[in-house]
């Protein structure tokens, strides 16, 4: 088969992290080849850095034997390579036409020219099986049809090599077999497809050869006939771990969350039930999409539950906003803290007493005394790096940044606290001493949820594990069966595990 695209020696690092090394691939053409990896294994970064999205630092890209420069997504098309985002890149009060050739639009006399677009559009809906006009508007399609117009328009640049990168997530199962059959399709016509996508049913049915990454290199490939969900899970999660956490089990105490039915406005469609005890620490493991920030949001009152009953302490607790969430001790550190967890352009201390702000007021002013006393106590517990108090948490490390989130929170007192990949960007020293906290708190009683898509993070610091696939609680592991091929075989839909 001819190798139509070459990829030698990739390399990307980003401030204190790399992204890439070594990374080599290949795609013949007419072949669908599936690029397969835990979240932060680099797959993202690679499938930039082939669309112009973003530069390498090292490595070689060939196309059809040429060496070539990708330092654009202009130059990426021009060269007929074409990625799909998971989320679509669309303009929906527009046609189809219109989106079709936006920025490219033919003309005559120096209009647009209508009814060229009218004509060509055609041909590409044609090929890619919807039978629409190009004047409907792209608003009015459901999401499924719109994943297929994204097809349509990346055909209309004379594509080559297409990237789609979870192009199922949001489709039904209908329209999921629509796309397959377009993707055979295109692959008997010459085109070839990267395909990237965790659910491996998928890549069983559609993958010619899979490329499996893993901390950014690669770790294995599988041909046809290889290709089988054991082996991609072991080339998946095929790695040692040898780190340290602070994570020492105990009994746990007494139930101060349950959760009976609960219903996600993210995925209606199934109910969840769980229970977490007092000084206890339960990982929340899944893969992207699987529904669990949705989950931790829905807890703490940001998207309220459409149905379900929360219970606290052995009292039934209407969670419809933040403050009854808060009212009922329960706290959330979010995934995001710059956006959502800290305002960065304020000092440490006014950080810490956001959360306090209600509490501790005195006759409707600002208790600073109070302020003090909490800021001063947080940054000792946390071990926080600051100068001051004072200090503007913009520019303290990430790691730091981290525990004022925390510190926040903590000077609530929470009896439920619910951790949102609570590691994510920071080093492994400040890693290390966010699992000390996790371990004090839990030593004080705290009931602890954590997501995490760092599996040896969830193996390490966890009592036992909820498993989420897509939407609903697929299983759950106590520490003795925690590994990483138990946990993926759940995240990836194979079986239903009860503890």
Do not use: C
């Not at 640049?157 to 297409?162: E, F, K, M, N």
């Not at 893993?214 to 290709?227: K, M, Q």
């Amino acid at each position: 088969m001819l190798q139509l695209l070459e990829v030698s020696g990739i390399g990307k690092s980003f401030p204190g992290v790399r992204a890439l090394h070594e990374v080599s691939f290949a795609v013949g053409e007419g072949e669908v080849v599936a690029v397969l990896g835990e979240n932060g294994a680099g797959k993202s970064t690679l499938m930039k850095i082939l669309a112009g999205v973003q530069r390498p630092d090292t490595g070689t890209i060939r196309m059809e034997g040429n060496e070539i420069a990708i330092r654009s997504v202009e130059e990426g098309l021009s060269h007929g390579i074409a990625l799909i985002h998971q989320e679509l890149n669309l303009a929906t009060n527009l046609s189809i036409g219109a989106n079709l050739f936006l920025g490219r639009e033919p003309t005559r006399f120096g209009l647009i020219d209508e009814n060229e677009i009218a004509s060509r559009s055609r041909q590409f809906l044609d090929r890619v099986g919807l039978e629409l006009s190009p004047s409907t508007l792209v608003g009015d399609l459901p999401i499924g049809r719109q994943q297929l117009v994204e097809i349509a328009k990346a055909l209309t640049t004379d594509a080559r090599i297409l990237i789609m990168d979870e192009p199922t997530s949001s489709l039904s199962l209908q329209e999921t077999e629509r796309l397959f059959e377009v993707v055979k399709d295109l692959r008997s016509s010459g085109v070839s497809i990267i395909y990237i996508s965790h659910r491996l049913s998928e890549v069983i049915e559609l993958a010619d050869r899979v490329v499996v990454l893993r901390d950014g290199e690669n770790a294995g490939n599988l041909e046809r006939g290889g290709i089988t969900h054991d082996a991609m899970v072991s080339l998946m999660v095929g790695r040692d771990l040898s780190q340290f956490y602070a994570h020492t089990p105990e009994p746990p105490g007494d139930v101060v969350l349950s959760v009976s039915g609960l219903r996600t406005p993210a995925h209606p469609g199934h109910e969840i039930s769980f229970e977490l005890s007092a000084g206890e620490i339960v990982g929340l493991a899944g893969l992207v999409g699987a529904g669990r920030t949705e989950l931790l949001t829905t807890l703490f009152g940001i998207t309220p539950a459409l149905q379900g009953r929360i219970t606290v302490a052995s009292v039934e607790k209407r969670i419809t906003d933040p403050r009854a969430a808060i009212a009922a001790g329960i706290a959330l550190v979010p995934e995001d803290r710059k956006q959502q967890g800290l305002i960065i352009d304020m000092a440490v201390s006014d950080n810490m007493s956001l959360a306090s702000l209600g509490r501790d007021q005195h006759s409707g002013f600002l208790n600073f005394a109070a302020e003090r006393r909490i800021s001063d106590e947080m940054i000792r517990k946390m071990r926080i790096k600051t100068p001051s108090p004072r200090q503007v948490v913009r520019f303290l490390s990430g790691g730091n940044q981290q525990k004022v989130v925390l510190g926040k929170w903590l000077a609530m007192k929470p009896s439920v606290l619910l951790l949102d990949e609570p590691t994510r960007g920071i080093d492994i020293g400040a890693k290390q001493e966010i699992y000390a906290l996790m371990e004090e708190l839990s030593g004080e009683g705290v009931a602890i949820l954590f997501a995490s898509s760092e599996m040896e993070e969830v193996i390490g610091m966890s009592d036992r594990v909820l498993v989420m696939h897509e939407g609903r609680l697929a299983g759950e592991l106590p520490r003795a069966e925690l590994g990483e091929e138990s946990i993926m075989r759940l995240a990836t839909g194979r079986g239903v595990h009860a503890a």
